[in-house]
């Protein structure tokens, strides 16, 4: 059983878990994820494995509630389990010494930064991160990301924080200052990571991107997580998730995220009805 | 009862849903036999001496003797028969492709020339198996003393299955991974339920885990245990990873959205259960949906889209009606459900609006040429000859590769050029010793029986190498 050992509240709508999955925690590296299903007649989801301790045999995983499942998961107390976790997916992220790492997080996306930040800091790069976020608030793991960075710069679009901007004007700025970057890492809102790209790719700067695509099986079967990448038709789920962002079809990957928008939001408030009506609301909003 | 009076008995009709009905619903099609619509089938058996349909069953299940049974009355002793030689009798009586195999050979059939009077073989193998899980009459067979011995199972499909079942029953301790969170390989996330029901699948895995076998769901081996490990572990491997890498057409638009593989399509529909309303799983329902293909995977998407409400679906396919690779059977429901068959069309481009939604496609008008390296006649573009098919779903089942995880988890694996391990053909041996591989993964896309047969080959080989009967040295 996947028995939740804690859970934690990191921001508006996200929250840390800490759970049961020895088989995982013993063989995950940085960037690969699991898929889940909350209970035995749920959707399957993937979520990043954001930490693993293996000799408890736990691994972490930070939700940002968005929809049906991922609210229906923020419910679940320690003590609970979560019906099942498939994993670790996907290939490992690519960490080497390169020198100089820049890593860019947005959003839910600074919860897998994380691990790839901490390993490129453990191979002996120097991190610099930049992390956007649309208000203070819906920041998350600031202090961990502190831990694991050189140099740590954060931006708000509303100014509540740190610099008022996007991510791409603080790596311009940083540009600017004459910083020599090897390799970059960004992770976040799709569109979030469209323009770092554009903008990486202008600048010269070799990126990787981590792809969060629709899934289902996580193992090469169904192709729902196809993304073109060279005009070539790449599973991220076995393939990726991370690819090379400057060749990544951004505009294609974007608009299938939105296959189900219809349905999605039917199946988000017929939760929320069904909460409201029946259990108590809780803490799912 | 004298052969010239066999002869003359008329096929009998297996009742079936009324078609107009079952595209609303997901449960199964044809309803079985009842037992005096079986006795009477069986009674069209000739029981030639040189029983031809047997060398027409790639396992040789012994056709005429459990149809001899059935005659008898003595249901009990036609399934044991029949599982002699077959584990999943309930499986292979409704999928197996009868009218190429047993039913091809049947003297009855050959006679009156017209494979369609054939003694039905098939619906007799699921008569009796219904009966046994509806009568609880399954055998728990004395298992020996444990060998001490371990074999992992790589993959909960049909090959797998028969694998650990043969090998449990000779004392050794097995234990399937499967990468799902499910059982049954593709009998679970891709034959719908209309033609196979769950119930079924589930049922055949319960009783081998109460011989024994012991079951690890949500397991990718390669992944969440590496291959070194498992092979630390066991004593012996089998692989039956199956083959389920969908291809697609790598033609324009193949990422529009509502465009999907049949994998994709199935497996939410099946595994996931999206042809309820009320699953948390999205499905796009199309209006009109074309699904692109020929074979089973294309039948069971076609008919799984007019369950899912679609008001037209067209089967678009490139060779003629002739080289159909599908089961007659499927075909014919998919014509009584409505199916339109749109033949000798090629999609050269599938078309989308500003939004990136999918509107269509268009085909290419192909004509038949000399056969080619399958046997079947190629098809040929006629220049100039396209055209524009609309549609709002368009479901991409032309076909499945070997699954890549564990050869690339295994570098020492030896592959053929379409992605298939290559086997010691009695043995079912890989290049790596102490490790076997069958079904899809060897095989490329086949058939139940095929992977079936394959695990039971397996199976005595493994059972002869964990009892040092083979000469050869683990490393
Ligand atoms: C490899 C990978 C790793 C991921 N890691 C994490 C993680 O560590 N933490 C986390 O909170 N989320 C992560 N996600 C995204 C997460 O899987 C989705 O948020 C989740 O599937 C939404 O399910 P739902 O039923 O709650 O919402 P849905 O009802 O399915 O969707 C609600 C809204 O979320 C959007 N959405 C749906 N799926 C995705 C997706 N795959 N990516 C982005 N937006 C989506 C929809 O467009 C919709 O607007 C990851 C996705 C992938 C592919
Ligand atoms: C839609 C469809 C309809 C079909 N209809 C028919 C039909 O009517 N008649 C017929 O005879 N045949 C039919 N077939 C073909 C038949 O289903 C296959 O030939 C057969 O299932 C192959 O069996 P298998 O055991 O080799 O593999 P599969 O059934 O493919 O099972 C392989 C299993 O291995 C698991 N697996 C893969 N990799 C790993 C890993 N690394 N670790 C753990 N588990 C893993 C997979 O999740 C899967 O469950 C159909 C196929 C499809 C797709
Ligand atoms: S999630 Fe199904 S192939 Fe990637």
């Known amino acids: 059983m996947n028995t939740i050992r804690k859970r934690e509240e990191l921001g508006r709508n996200v929250v840390r878990y800490v759970v049961d999955a020895p088989l995982v925690a013993t063989h995950r590296k940085p960037g690969q994820f699991v898929i889940i299903r909350v209970t035995d007649h749920g959707e399957r989801i993937p979520l990043t494995i954001a930490d693993a301790n293996p000799e408890m045999g736990t691994i972490s995983l930070i939700v940002q509630s968005v929809g049906k499942t991922t609210r229906e998961m923020a419910m679940l107390r320690p003590g609970n389990a979560i019906h099942d976790i498939v994993g670790p997916l996907g290939r490992p992220t690519h960490i080497q010494r390169f020198g100089t790492v820049l890593c860019v997080g947005g959003g839910i996306g600074i919860a897998p930064l994380y691990p790839i930040a901490k390993g490129m800091k453990e191979a002996r790069n120097r991190v610099i991160t930049v992390l956007g976020a649309r208000a203070h608030d819906l920041l998350i793991l600031e202090d961990d990301m502190r831990n694991v960075s050189d140099e740590l710069i954060v931006t708000t679009d509303d100014g509540s924080y740190g610099t008022k901007g996007l991510v791409t004007d603080a790596i311009r700025s940083l540009m600017s200052d004459g910083t020599h970057i090897d390799q970059a890492v960004v992770i976040g809102p799709p569109l979030m990571m469209k323009f770092t790209s554009l903008l990486t790719k202008e600048l010269g700067i070799p990126t990787m991107a981590s792809l969060n695509p629709i899934m289902i099986d996580g193992t090469g079967l169904c192709g729902g997580c196809r993304v073109t990448v060279s005009g070539e038709i790449k599973f991220a789920c076995v393939d990726g998730p991370e690819f090379d962002a400057h060749v990544v079809d951004w505009d294609s990957m974007i608009r299938r995220l939105g296959t189900y928008r219809t349905a999605e939001q039917v199946a988000a408030d017929r939760y929320d009805h069904e909460c409201r009506v029946g259990l108590d609301a809780g803490e799912s909003r | ?475």
């Not at chain 2, 020339?113 to 009568?135: M, P, S, T, Y």
């Not at chain 2, 001490?148 to 993959?155: H, L, Q």
């Open chain 2, 1 to 475: 009862m004298n052969a010239a009076t066999r002869f003359k008995l008329p096929p009998v009709v297996m009742p079936e849903q009324d078609p107009a009905e079952r595209v609303h619903n997901v449960r199964e099609v044809p309803l079985g036999f009842t037992p005096e619509m079986a006795l009477q089938e069986a009674q069209r058996c000739l029981h030639c001496t040189n029983q031809p349909c047997v060398e027409g069953c790639p396992v040789g299940v012994r056709i005429p003797e459990f149809i001899q049974a059935i005659e008898s009355g003595d249901e009990l002793a036609g399934i044991g028969i029949i599982k002699g030689t077959n584990l999943l009798p309930a499986v292979c009586g409704r999928v197996c492709p009868q009218e190429d195999q047993c039913q091809k050979n049947c003297t009855v059939g050959k006679a009156h020339r017209d494979v369609g009077q054939a003694v039905q073989i098939g619906k007799l193998e699921r008569f009796l198996a219904d009966w046994e899980r509806e009568n609880h009459a399954a055998v728990i067979p004395q298992i020996p003393p444990s060998s001490g011995k371990r074999v992992a199972v790589i993959g909960s499909g049909p090959a797998g299955l028969t694998v650990a079942g043969d090998l449990i029953k000779l004392g050794h301790a097995v234990t399937v991974f499967e990468a799902l969170h499910m059982p049954g390989g593709v009998l679970g996330y891709g034959i719908p339920e209309f033609r196979l029901p769950k119930e079924i699948v589930y049922q055949e895995v319960a009783y081998l885990a109460k011989l024994g076998v012991d079951f690890q769901y949500n397991t990718v081996i390669g992944k969440s245990i590496t291959v070194d490990e498992v092979r630390k572990d066991y004593d012996a491997i089998f692989i039956g990873s199956g083959a389920g890498l969908p291809n697609f057409l790598h033609i324009p638009g193949e990422s529009l959205l509502g465009v999907y593989s049949a994998n994709e399509y199935l497996t939410r529909a099946n595994l996931m259960h999206a042809y309820d309303e009320n699953s948390d799983t999205p499905i796009l329902r199309g209006k009109s949906v074309a699904v692109l293909g020929g074979g089973n995977v294309a039948m069971d998407s076609a008919r799984t889209a007019l369950r899912l409400g679609a008001l037209k679906v067209m089967v678009i396919y490139r060779r003629s009606e002739e080289e159909m690779p599908a089961r007659k059977e499927e075909y014919h429901h998919a014509i009584q459900e409505g199916v339109e068959f749109h033949f000798l069309q090629n999609p050269v481009e599938i078309l989308g609006n500003r939004e990136g939604w999918v509107t269509g496609l268009t085909v290419q008008k192909m004509q038949l040429g000399e056969p080619d390296a399958s046997g079947r006649r190629r098809p040929l573009p006629i220049a100039g000859q396209t055209s524009n098919v609309p549609a709002d779903v368009i479901v991409v089942g032309i076909g499945n590769n070997p699954n890549p995880l564990i050869p690339a988890a295994l570098p020492g694996l030896q592959m053929n050029r379409h992605g298939g391990i290559i086997t010691d053909e009695d043995t079912m041996e890989t290049s790596v010793p102490g490790v076997f591989a069958g079904g899809d993964i060897v095989l490329g896309a086949a058939t139940v029986i095929l992977a079936m047969g394959q695990g039971r080959k397996a199976a005595r080989a493994i059972h002869a190498w964990l009892t040092g009967t083979t000469e050869k040295a683990k490393d």
